[in-house]
């Protein structure tokens, strides 16, 4: 099976711009999750999708919204950049959603990230 | 205090060292998740256990619920193991709470 994949890996974008990143979870999965990574707040939870739905969402201003298809590809945007969103952007897929545990069936896998510098 | 500690946060061995890193946590969890993240940024998805001990080849997790407490073993370690390890137990409602992670420097 393909991996998660996401497009684009690298991105610079000017304060004030919006971006858009995608992502496409494993074939199966149907929960996609998005993190940001800085060097100093570490990794944080952005949001999670599953079936094109919201499931649960992080502390982060509404700037940053995200969308999931019925194929389970997943896009994420955020609007009027600022100088703090550089960071990396990492989606994790997995098989289903975390309402509960079961082996396997929350496990998530990472994509390669997409480096985006706001400049 | 943070909700979950990884000890040490730098950790460098030589080659062929039986390498643990452990972590310990204050909520109660579902499962936790252990996790390889290289120079490049890539994050690799190493254990999900809720009980006991799981192998994979030179790696082996062990975790304690009741004492809230995780390890993770590196048998034989080789330049190549050299990454940030972090440890996210899944808290009780299935969200994942991240450490800071290990730095791991495997010498030649």
């Known amino acids: 099976k393909a991996g998660v994949t996401q497009t684009p890996r690298y991105l610079i974008k000017t304060r004030g711009q919006q971006v858009t990143l995608s992502c496409s979870p494993i074939?199966?999965?149907?929960?996609v999750s998005w993190y940001q990574q800085t060097p100093g707040q570490g990794l944080q939870f952005l949001f999670e999708?599953?079936?094109?739905?919201?499931?649960n969402k992080g502390n982060f201003p509404g700037r940053f919204s995200g969308r999931q298809f019925s194929n389970s590809r997943s896009e994420m945007n955020v609007s009027t950049l600022e100088l703090g969103d550089s960071a990396l952007y990492l989606c994790?897929?997995?098989?289903?959603?975390?309402?509960?545990?079961?082996?396997?069936?929350?496990?998530?896998?990472f994509g390669p990230g997409t480096r985006l510098t706001v400049l | 205090k943070n909700e979950v500690e990884q000890s040490p946060q730098n950790l460098t061995a030589q080659e062929g060292e039986f390498i643990t890193i452990n972590c310990s946590y204050s909520?109660?969890?579902?499962?936790l998740h252990w996790l390889q993240q290289h120079p490049g940024g890539g994050i690799v998805s190493l254990f999900m256990?809720?009980?006991?001990?799981k192998k994979h080849g030179r790696l082996i997790a062990t975790i304690n619920i009741q004492e809230k407490h995780s390890s993770l073993h590196i048998t034989a370690s080789h330049p190549r193991d050299s990454a940030v390890y972090i440890c996210?137990?899944?808290?009780?409602?299935?969200?994942?709470?991240w450490g800071a992670g290990t730095k791991l420097i495997i010498k030649p």
């Open positions: 994790a897929s997995s098989e289903g959603q975390r309402r509960f545990y079961r082996e396997g069936y929350n496990e998530q896998f």
């Open positions: 074939s199966g999965h149907r929960s």
């Open positions: 999708y599953f079936s094109e739905t919201q499931r």
């Open positions: 909520v109660g969890i579902s499962a």
């Open positions: 256990l809720s009980s006991g001990k």
């Open positions: 996210a137990p899944m808290d009780s409602n299935y969200q994942l709470i």
